[in-house]
Every structure is written in C-alpha cells, then in structure tokens.
Nanobody
Framework: QVQLVESGGGLVQAGGSLRLSCAAS????????MGWFRQAPGKEREFVAA????????YYADSVKGRFTISRDNANNMVYLQMNNLKPEDTAVYYC????????????WGQGTQVTVSS
C-alpha cells in the first residue's frame, strides 16, 4: 500500500503563494491517478484537484481553477500543488490522495499539511 507524506504548508498572506509536495513510498505512482483535497475546521472535506497518471488530464474545483496547478513527477514518486493568489478561504489542512475513481473519489491519503492564509 502506498504511503503519502505531504509537506510545504505554512502561513502566508493573502495574494501569496505556496507549493505543496507529496512524497509517495511503498508503491510506484506510475499508473496511479492522484489528487488533493482539503478540510477546514468544522467543514466537510473538499475536492481541490486531480491529475491522471500520465499527466494528460487534470481536474480542478471551481474555487481554485486558475489559481492552483497540480503536477507530478512519476520518476521520483512526487505530486505537487502550486497555489497562487491564495485567499483566506483557502485555509485548511491539505491532503494528497490516491484517486480511486476519477476524479473525486479518493482512496488512501497522507497526514496532511496545514495551510493558513491571513487577510
């Protein structure tokens, strides 16, 4: 089973940028669709983005479209989420996850990384 470890979160001012990284181990990410979701305190889990295993297709939530970019490096078993023009409503714990059913049905995920955007 794949193990996922997220990193790159932090505190940033509105309008700033962060790049989240997800390192996978225990299983190659080749042929595995991957994605990110987030969860804010008191709120339900929210889909953010997904990328297919060949990096041919990507899919984004409307709330992040045009601001976030998902990418991957299969050779190094990494997945990334570049987040630009961050808004306070982007504050949440971000999780990297295996996409079981394209594009929003997630399987296993990591421990998450906190992103806090101040106004």
């Amino acid at each position: 089973q794949v193990q996922l470890v997220e990193s790159g979160g932090g505190l940033v001012q509105a309008g700033g940028s962060l790049r989240l990284s997800c390192a996978a181990s225990g299983h190659t990410l080749t042929a595995v669709n991957m994605g990110w979701f987030r969860q804010a305190p008191g709120k339900e889990r929210e889909f953010v983005a997904a990328i297919n295993w060949r990096s041919i297709s990507t899919y984004y939530a409307d709330s992040v479209k045009g601001r976030f970019t998902i990418s991957r490096d299969n050779a190094n078993n990494m997945v990334y989420l570049q987040m630009n023009n961050l808004k306070p409503e982007d504050t949440a714990v971000y999780y990297c996850a295996v996409v079981r059913e394209w594009p929003r049905n997630f399987g296993s995920w990591g421990q998450g990384t906190q992103v806090t955007v101040s106004s």
